[in-house]
């Protein structure tokens, strides 16, 4: 708990409401637990999340208003509407609300595990969003099924030797596959648990092709677990002419870097569009969040 308080008295959103959103955290620690059913959170431009205790991938957005700053402010000010979204390891959908709800962008969420997915589809139905594609399944680099944990919340990923008995068989396809059916995204989102280098493995058309600008991924050393390294990764995607960005969403700026992040999302940028994608975000609508305007 002291590290969740942490955040939230540190968080940048927070500047003009610390001791607020503190009391926010603490109202809704005793609420949920008095309350065992489901609390819908109104957000930003008039979106809303459905929310119950232990949905730790959504809650953090009622103390901080956007949990993972400097990606979902990125997304905020890069995406245009009626852009093509892949949401990827999509769980509870708070980046496809971000997307199709306040942007207005057409999206594709994917989330393998049965449960998590009626969550996602509760979010796409209380925004009444008619621009969204949901998926009940996985990806990897061919077309099979695998099995999935079941009880770890956003850390649910594919099973390995030493997880135990909660797990569920999924069926899996390729991104390659499913950009067949929906189009190649200008924008894609993956957090898979560690498995992001197997979805890459499966989208090599995908990959090549420059409608493709925008991949955000997470890597934060979760793939050793399956015989990955974040290194690869990035440098597969350098390859590619994907570069890594860190995004400062105040000044609209994006920094180059030499190496991926550690702990949480990078966003590599298609090195050919580097320079539109900076003129996009400067010229950006703003968002109020929290009592700031992003």
Not at 152 to 172: C, L, P, R
Not at 247 to 254: C, H, Q, S, T
Request: contains cysteine; glycine residues 6%; negative net charge.
């Amino acid at each position: 708990m002291t590290n969740t308080l942490q955040f939230i008295y540190n968080h940048p959103l927070n500047k003009k409401k610390k001791i607020r959103s503190v009391l926010n955290f603490l109202k809704w620690q005793i609420s949920s637990r008095l309350w065992d059913g489901s609390f819908v959170f109104e957000w930003i431009n008039d979106s809303k999340l459905v929310i119950k205790r232990g949905m730790t991938g959504a809650t953090g957005n009622i103390y901080v208003g956007l949990m993972e700053y400097e990606d979902m402010s990125f997304l905020l000010h890069y995406l245009h509407e009626d852009d093509l979204f892949f949401d990827i390891g999509a769980n509870v959908g708070v980046y496809t609300v971000l997307a199709s709800k306040v942007k207005h962008a057409n999206t594709v969420c994917i989330e393998p595990l049965p449960l998590t997915y009626e969550k996602l589809r509760d979010n796409i139905q209380i925004n009444r969003l008619d621009n969204v594609t949901s998926l009940n399944i996985g990806l990897s680099y061919e077309k099979s099924k695998l099995h999935f944990t079941t009880d770890k919340d956003t850390m649910n990923g594919v099973v390995i030797a030493s997880d135990a008995n909660n797990q569920e068989e999924v069926d899996v396809d390729t991104l390659d596959n499913i950009s067949k059916l929906y189009g190649v995204p200008r924008v894609i989102k993956i957090d898979v648990e560690g498995f992001e280098a197997n979805v890459l493995k499966g989208a090599h058309n995908v990959l090549k092709d420059e409608k493709l600008e925008v991949i955000i991924i997470e890597l934060n050393g979760s793939g050793i677990k399956y015989g990955f390294s974040d290194d690869e990764i990035h440098n597969d995607l350098k390859k590619l002419e994907f570069n890594a960005f860190k995004y400062i969403p105040l000044e609209r700026k994006l920094i180059k870097l030499e190496k991926h992040g550690t702990t949480h999302n990078t966003i590599y940028i298609r090195e050919a569009v580097l320079a539109n994608i900076e003129i996009a975000i400067k010229n950006a609508n703003s968002f109020k969040c929290h009592e700031l305007f992003i």
